[in-house]
């Protein structure tokens, strides 16, 4: 069995372990680390001063995000944007995750929801720049199933 530990500055941690039946069935390591782990180009000011534009982060996949936690995640359909040809990924913060009370403060910009919690399958994403973020205050709940990974460490610029 191989370990491989990272971790982020947040103190995430993430154990991504490959088991012996991945080795057995002759699963090359990079193989399998290059679909567990993605490196993204954060553009835009939405999360300074975390994260800035330009700035490289290594993502895995397969997290279950949660409060706290920093995510990639696929931009809801906005139905006047323009269509692009691939999908347009936001990094943003995990403010609550299903089962949390809605936070009180962008209660009143979200969709009303059972006892004031948030529903299964959601999250409330919110960039830590607020005046430069497209998130929960304004596009609603995010769908966790849009979560490419959650981001654990910054990577050297090029």
């Not at 090359?28 to 982060?57: C, E, H, K, N, W």
């Amino acid at each position: 069995m191989v370990l491989l530990a990272l971790t982020a500055a947040s103190g995430l941690v993430i154990v991504c372990i490959v088991s012996a039946a991945a080795l057995t069935m002759r699963l090359p390591l990079a193989a399998f680390l290059g679909r567990r782990l993605v490196v993204v180009t954060v553009r835009g000011q939405s999360m300074a001063p975390a994260y800035r534009d330009g700035d490289r982060i290594l993502v895995c996949r397969g997290v279950v995000p949660d409060r706290g936690h920093v995510v990639v995640v696929e931009r809801p359909y906005l139905p006047r944007a323009r269509l692009e040809p691939a999908p347009h990924w936001l990094i943003k913060r995990v403010a609550g995750v299903p089962g949390d009370a809605v936070p009180r403060d962008i209660g009143p910009l979200l969709p009303a929801s059972p006892g004031g919690r948030i529903p299964p399958g959601r999250l409330i994403l919110l960039g830590d720049n607020e005046a430069a973020s497209l998130d929960s205050r304004q596009l609603g709940y995010f769908p966790a199933g849009r979560v490419l990974g959650t981001a654990v460490r910054r990577l050297p610029r090029r």
